[in-house]
Structure formats: C-alpha cells, structure tokens
C-alpha cells in the first residue's frame, strides 16, 4: 500500500505561516481525492481542506482565506499553505488521500490513505 508522510509542522507565532507538505511513495500518479485534517489537543479529528483530481477545492469555514491546499500530481505531492495563523490551528496536521488506479470511480473502490501526521503549535 502506498504511504503518506506528512513534514513542515513547527512551532510557530500568531500571524505566521507555515507551508504543510505531504508526500506519497507510489511510483504511479494515481492520486483521486486528497485533504487535510487535523486533531487538536482533546478535540476530535476535523475537515480542513479539500482537493479533487479535477482542482475542486473545499475548506472549513474556520481556515478559508488564510490556507490554500495545492497538489502536484507529476510529484505526488500535496500541500498546504497556512497564513495568518492563530492559537486556534494548533493541532497535529494529517494528510489524506484516495488512493485509485483504476478507470471508473466508484466510492468504496480507492484505497483510504493516511499519513502519521505533522504537529503546527501557534502561540501568541
């Protein structure tokens, strides 16, 4: 099974940015959907952005306009680009993807993929 692996956490001051990268070990691009989710500190796991295969982007209310998720697929890389950071986005980042080499698409059929996940601390 191909495997994410997930860098670019840090420790980081409100207003920073941080760039999120997520990197897949498959040596075919068969990248269908991909996302980003994140856990903070006793909450449950939550949407933070989306990507189609097609460039359709979907993002919690919480980070719209201040992160932008992108994806390479020549690369088999995602990313996410995070500014004006705040106490709030503190979490372990986990990058996400249906992994599908097939032809027709159906729910179900991709394989599920999660990284281990990168940890973003933000303190004023």
């Known amino acids: 099974q191909v495997k994410l692996v997930e860098s670019g956490g840090d420790l980081a001051q409100v207003g920073d940015s941080l760039r999120l990268s997520c990197s897949a070990d498959?040596?075919?691009?068969?990248?269908?959907?991909m996302g980003w989710y994140r856990q903070a500190p006793g909450k449950e796991r939550e949407l933070v952005a989306q990507i189609t295969r097609g460039g359709l982007t979907n993002y919690a209310a919480s980070v719209q306009g201040r992160f932008t998720i992108s994806k390479d697929e020549n690369k088999n890389t995602l990313a996410l680009q995070m500014t004006s950071l705040r106490p709030e986005d503190t979490a372990v980042y986990f990058c996400n993807v249906i992994w599908f080499c097939g032809v027709v698409y159906q729910p179900g059929l991709g394989a599920d993929v999660w990284g281990k996940g990168t940890r973003v601390t933000v303190s004023s």
């Open positions: 498959g040596n075919r691009n068969c990248m269908y959907a």
